[in-house]
């Protein structure tokens, strides 16, 4: 397997899996060894040895003892990749869990950002409600006062004498030659 096959979860069960499958399949043989030993130890023990078949035996039993130990560092290795991948396999699920937290919380953070939104334009269109409310006062308090003004104005003019306006009537009639309109400017 490569390394991007290690990484996956999936890529590291199934290797988990062949490991173990040759593991299982390790301690079979080790135990077929054992009992062919035994089988030979028990079966050799009531015998009058021959020279010739016990050293053949020997050679045997040093050739099963090779492979005895050798399974058995095969096994002692399987055992440490096993117990690398079921580290590595935790770490996964830690991390898995983790970001699965963390998606969790962003998830709950963009459900509440509509709310947090509107509660913040909210205050802030308080502020200007406040402000348009003091403007429309103000501004009724004007008009008010302007109306107010005129009446007084209107009130004095209709006494006589009380304003020098020209007659425009008379102005119109005779030319208005002598008369000139007031100016207001750029009002």
Same mark, same amino acid.
């Given at each position: 397997m490569n390394q991007a096959e290690f990484t996956s979860p999936q890529g590291m069960q199934a290797e988990v899996m062949r490991l173990r499958e040759e593991l299982k399949m390790r301690d079979q043989l080790v135990q077929q060894l054992s009992q062919e030993l035994f089988r030979l130890v028990k079966g050799n023990a009531g015998l009058v040895p021959d020279p010739q078949v016990?050293? /053949?035996h020997q050679v045997e039993m040093q050739a099963l003892r090779d492979q005895l130990h050798e399974v058995e560092q095969q096994v002692a290795f399987y055992q440490g990749q096993l117990g690398e991948r079921d580290n590595e396999i935790y770490q996964l699920r830690q991390s898995v869990q983790e970001l699965g937290d963390r998606s969790r919380m962003l998830e709950q953070v963009? &459900?509440?950002l509509p709310n947090v939104y509107?509660? /913040?334009f909210e205050e802030r269109m308080e502020a200007v409600r406040d402000k348009v409310a003091r403007l &429309?006062?103000? #501004?009724? #308090?004007? &008009?008010?006062?302007l109306q107010s003004v005129s009446y007084r104005?209107?009130?004095n003019s209709r006494q006589p004498g009380a304003l020098d306006l020209p007659d425009f009537a008379e102005s119109a009639a005779g030319g208005g030659a002598g008369l000139q309109m007031p100016s207001?400017?750029?009002?």
């Open positions: 016990s050293e /053949k963009i &459900q509440d509107r509660q /913040k &429309q006062q103000e #501004n009724r #308090n004007l &008009q008010a006062e104005l209107a009130v207001f400017g750029k009002a």
